[in-house]
């Protein structure tokens, strides 16, 4: 009889896995009966449909992808009404030792899977119901492949599906002025206390009274930076009984007092290009900031000021921006980017299409102490308004319709005054009309519409101004001779139209104080030309 080697307690030096049952995830679910079952792993692959989950006590929405890897014990509820589709597979370990466990069981149970895990599960559970003769081996060779792939894709992802936290953090920012208990949170979760406390600092790095402390005073600071009440009615804002606990919390987070908070001339990091030229028009100089092509070569900007990855969230710009250690961030509405940076300081979120470029260069004049600044802006651009009107109503009269066409390679976009590119000079400062015929399809309700490059002179405009993205240069000539021949065939719709081809695509891509003063310069120039 064969011994195995000395030291071992294994009669083989490998352990095996066998299943020893298969089924459609909706039907063995409901059928699992309550008495210990005979195998020591559970296995179960989503591959269609959602519905939420009970593992352990713990609540958690899985979807297709969704992969729960778990011993025998584990107690797994699922809806009666679910409607998920996927694969349940009971297998056992064959080894020596008195606890047999498989690998797949001693990490994260719920994680995500690649699609190819989904298609070896239902070539397998397809193998098991239906076995064909001529393939005696197929049930253990999809069984071996689909352990493979999940033991590799375990180190490659390695997250929990817990989407309970998703809507822990809405419910946090949704509710952060009132009292909120780690308790409460983990009984909106569906979780235990303590899963609750694990998983939650797992992800955001923070216990939740950390977290819940932080966002109340980023709040609190966001409004000390656009004009906040007396200390005790802002405490009542954010959570806080009264001002002095307030006061003492904010000090702890910030190192000052929100006085002195307030009176600091702050340091600011611009995330997009247009609020960067909002600054530049404000003579502030961000710490960092987004510049575009046609603003750096107004004015070179040196690089340690300079931010060349506008948008991202990786663990780069992360660094570079905490090494700046700003006192407020700018950025568009952006909610999980800019949950991301409520670490590093309070982040003013500007909403895109919600205010136009005169209302966000007044937020962030009253964000950097510059509000008298940009009234002074202001004011000097609509005497330029004023002026270039009247020398319309001298030149054309009535303004008529004009739209704006950006050509790309593939197509051609125009823009209402929302979305900027010359429309809210030509709509909002100097009187002229978008098209009927693009109103019609939608592009106020949108704030831009994309057509054929064909079919452009389709939409006729007494106006019409072309740009070209960038890298499109080389298109300017071929379509000038294309929309004039299109302009002279179709004179009973179009009759009176006037071209213009403006050499300036990355001026007329901005949506600012200074790209629309120099917006106002060209199309003034052309019109009147």
């Known amino acids: 009889m064969h011994k195995p080697p000395s030291g071992s307690s294994l009669p083989y030096p490998h352990s095996f896995y066998v299943p020893v049952r298969i089924a459609a995830l909706d039907k063995a679910a409901s059928n699992r009966e309550n008495s210990s079952p005979p195998f020591s792993s559970l296995l179960i692959i989503v591959t269609g449909g959602s519905a939420t989950m009970e593992w352990d006590g713990a609540l958690t929405r899985v979807s297709s992808g969704s992969t729960l890897c778990c011993d025998s014990s584990a107690h797994i509820t699922l809806q009666h009404s679910h409607n998920l589709q996927g694969v349940w597979i009971e297998y056992i370990t064959l080894s020596g030792t008195s606890h047999p466990s498989s690998p797949l069981n001693n990490g994260v149970p719920l994680r ?13 559970l397809g193998s098991w119901s ?127 007092s929100p006085a002195a908070y307030h009176r600091k001339n702050k340091s600011v ?54 090494s700046a250690r700003p006192d407020v961030i700018i950025s568009y509405s952006l909610p999980d980017k800019n949950k991301q940076l409520m670490s590093l300081a309070p982040v003013i979120e500007i909403p895109f299409m919600q205010m136009d470029w005169r209302e966000q260069f007044r937020l962030i004049a ?29 030149r054309i009269g009535p303004r008529g319709t004009a739209v704006v066409w950006e050509i790309g390679r593939d197509a051609a976009y125009c823009f209402s005054s929302s979305y900027g590119h010359g429309s809210q000079i030509l709509y909002n400062d100097l009187g002229f009309r978008p098209p009927s015929s693009l109103v019609s399809e939608g592009l106020l309700r949108q704030g831009y519409l994309e057509v054929a490059f064909s079919d452009v002179a389709g939409y006729p405009a007494d106006h019409i101004f072309i740009t070209c993205s960038a890298g499109t240069a080389e298109m300017r000539e071929p379509l000038r ?28 891509y901005g949506f600012d104080p200074l790209s629309s003063e120099a917006q106002l310069r060209v199309l003034l120039h052309a019109l009147t030309s």
């Open 366 to 394: 009253e964000v950097t102490g510059r509000r008298p600044q940009a009234e002074a802006w202001l004011n000097v651009y609509d005497e330029q308004c004023n002026a270039a009107n009247q020398q319309l109503d001298r």
């Open 269 to 322: 990091v611009s995330l997009n290009f247009n609020h960067t030229a909002s600054l530049q028009a404000l003579e502030v100089v961000p710490r960092l900031g987004v510049y575009s092509a046609w603003m750096e070569r107004l004015q070179p900007v040196p690089s340690k000021h300079k931010l060349l990855n506008e948008g991202s969230s990786s663990t780069g710009l992360y660094e570079r921006l905490s």
């Open 481 to 508: 001779s294309f929309l004039h021949r299109a302009v002279q065939q179709n004179q009973a719709s179009a009759s009176g139209s006037r071209i213009y081809f403006l050499n300036q695509p990355a001026m007329f």
């Open 130 to 256: 239906q076995p064909e003769e001529h393939q005696p081996f197929v049930v253990q060779q999809l069984f071996t492949e689909l352990l493979t792939e999940l033991y590799h894709g375990a180190a490659e992802n390695t997250e929990p599906v817990l989407h309970w936290l998703d809507r822990v953090l809405q419910y946090i920012e949704s509710h952060y002025n009132e009292d909120l208990t780690r308790g409460q949170a983990a009984e909106l979760a569906g979780v235990t206390p303590e899963h609750f406390s694990r998983a939650f600092r797992k992800s955001t790095g923070q216990t939740f009274n950390e977290y819940v402390t932080l966002l109340r005073i980023r709040k609190a600071q966001q409004r000390i930076l656009t004009g906040a009440p007396n200390l005790s009615t802002l405490a009542l804002e954010v959570g806080y009984g009264e001002g002095t606990y307030l006061s003492r919390k904010f000090k702890h987070v910030v190192g000052l």
């Open 112 to 124: 995500s899977c690649a699609p190819r895990v989904c298609a070896v599960a239902s070539r397998l």
